[in-house]
């Protein structure tokens, strides 16, 4: 495509600029509006510029790919309601052998729930998660926020649905989604493997701590979040504590003469204790009697007195009677239907998330067997909103929308941009250099994808180059062009993980440990850049060797 007029070109260029910077820095002083209005504002530009009319700009929206990531984050919020990701988290530190296990863990666990639930959600639900693990084993958090982050960008590389460039991918190469994931599934897990090696080399040492340190820290951190709960057995083991303390005055006290031999202390202590348990065993058991020796006498007065003193002394008695067993229910209470009545919503709560996990099963088999993407998740949607069975809007309302119009301005503004001809000129001038069936053209390509992705973004990246790399791929072969698409794919997920701005998964985790009660911590830029630029360049390069 040739370069179009001088006034479109230069106007065009302005709008998307104005759309980059917007996009890419989350405030900017002179125009804090955020990413989704600037988005909007791009496309305006574009249309107020007449880069493209308002007819072209309403085409350029891709609904397929509006409808697709729609139903797939109404699929995540329902996985979430039906504690999917709690369950995840509780992987981290199930049997956990250390922070290196800690680490590997939270790499396999961000990468396989990326894959199937998006980059972004797997990171919005994890990172409290992990920051929660790091305190209570006493760890600096940078590099398990770093794991959570990068594999979550390797880890999505693997399926059509794995983040929001891919799912332009599926749209644009019509490529199928087992067919996909043949082709990416052995990078990707070379890729998380290789990329959690380059942290447990780089953070050997950190990561190395006294156990007993992890234990002191995680005893403190649950004597803190036991105490902090009313109904846990601490908050008990006061109440008991003060009420011994007004029984102990009924008893004469015990003096206890602590030698100074540690065993002959211990001895001493349970000693005392079998002392106290007895004593107050046998004030339950007087209670008791006493109770029960009431009872009779009343039954006998009930019986033989019949004068009106008599009588009200056994009314005065049988109240006194009623208020003891009172008292005595309260402190043991017994429960006999509520148990029952409870399980009943238990079941049902269990019933409920069993066929939220099966429809988001039949979802992915679906995507396997190559029905039409979209509506497959569309139809998910509406399956376990209809099998709730109440108002959608809690659920609905928890949809990213400012995400769907960050995308329909984004589809606007790009499409003018490749309507002034710069991006085909470009491409023209790089094409004879970048040619997929030769290794130097492949790592002339990579090298694009990863600085267009740390410029302009992946998504915006992989509109602008995608189809112009699959039809110069596809002038060798069929082969070459599915190739292209693969490496497109890859290549702009891993570059995510070249700095904190090279995808949105990363802003997610370092605002939500910023933002984190209680947890708040600050992933800076040169941190996440030293680990980012070697882990990006071994991971891009080993899977671009494995994509056949």
Not at 368 to 382: F, H, K, P, V, Y
Request: glycine fraction near 6%; charge should be neutral.
């Amino acid at each position: 495509m040739a370069l179009a007029s001088t006034e479109k070109v230069i106007l065009g260029s302005i709008a998307f600029a104005i759309f980059w910077v917007l996009a890419v820095f989350e405030s900017v002083p002179f125009l804090p509006v955020g990413r989704t209005a600037g988005s909007l504002l791009g496309a305006m530009l574009m249309v107020i510029f007449r880069v493209i009319t308002p007819e072209q700009a309403y085409a350029a929206i891709d609904l397929p790919i509006l409808g697709l990531l729609f139903g797939t984050m109404v699929v995540s919020v329902y996985l979430k309601k039906a504690d999917m990701f709690n369950h995840l988290g509780n992987l981290l530190s199930w049997k956990s052998k250390g922070a290196r296990d800690l680490l590997c863990r939270i790499c396999l666990i961000s990468a396989i729930s990326s894959a199937f639930f998006t980059n972004d959600t797997s990171c919005v639900l994890l990172t409290e998660f992990v920051l929660k693990i790091a305190k209570q084993h006493n760890l600096p958090p940078h590099p398990f926020l770093l794991a959570l982050a990068s594999s979550a960008n390797v880890g999505s590389s693997a399926t059509l649905i794995g983040n929001p460039q891919n799912l332009v991918i599926a749209i644009q190469s019509k490529i199928s989604f087992g067919s996909f994931l043949v082709g990416l599934l052995p990078p990707m897990v070379i890729g998380v493997l290789i990329n959690a090696l380059i942290l447990l080399c780089m953070y050997w040492k950190l990561l190395s701590f006294q156990k007993d340190e992890e234990d002191a820290a995680s005893e403190v951190v649950a004597e803190e979040d036991v105490s902090s709960h009313p109904f846990l057995p601490t908050t008990v083991s006061h109440f008991t504590y003060l009420n011994s303390q007004e029984g102990n005055s009924r008893f004469e006290p015990m003096e206890i003469q602590s030698p100074p031999s540690t065993v002959n202390g211990n001895a001493n202590q349970v000693e005392s204790l079998r002392n106290w348990s007895t004593s107050y065993e046998n004030e339950i058991h007087q209670v008791s009697s006493s109770a029960l020796a009431l009872a009779r006498n009343s039954t006998a007065s009930e019986e033989t007195l019949h004068n009106g003193a008599s009588q009200k002394k056994h009314e005065t008695d049988a109240s006194d009677f009623v208020v003891s067993v009172n008292r005595l229910n309260d402190l043991f209470p017994v429960k006999h239907s509520e148990g029952k009545e409870a399980l009943a919503p238990r079941y049902k709560r269990i019933l409920w998330k069993s066929r939220v996990y099966l429809v988001t099963i039949g979802m992915l088999i679906s995507l396997l067997m190559g029905l039409n993407m979209s509506w497959t998740a569309i139809t998910a949607a509406l399956a376990l909103v209809i099998l709730e069975f109440k108002d959608a809007q809690s659920c609905l309302e928890e949809v990213s929308y400012p995400l769907l119009i960050f995308f329909c301005g984004m589809f606007i503004t790009v499409d003018g941009f490749n309507r002034t001809g710069i991006p085909s000129t470009l491409w023209d001038w790089m094409e004879p250099h970048a040619k997929v069936n030769c290794a130097s053209g492949i790592a002339v390509l990579a090298v694009v994808i990863l600085v267009l992705s740390n410029v302009a973004s992946n998504v915006p990246t992989v509109l602008l180059l995608g189809s112009q790399v699959a039809a110069s791929a596809a002038a060798i072969s069929a082969v070459e062009e599915r190739k292209s698409w693969l490496i497109l794919a890859w290549v702009s997920s891993v570059a995510g993980n070249l700095s904190l701005l090279g995808s949105a998964a990363n802003l997610i985790v370092c605002e939500k440990a910023r933002l984190a009660p209680n947890l708040g911590y600050t992933l800076s830029f040169w941190n996440h850049l030293k680990f980012g630029v070697p882990s990006t360049i071994i991971v891009t390069a080993i899977g671009l060797a494995l994509i056949g």
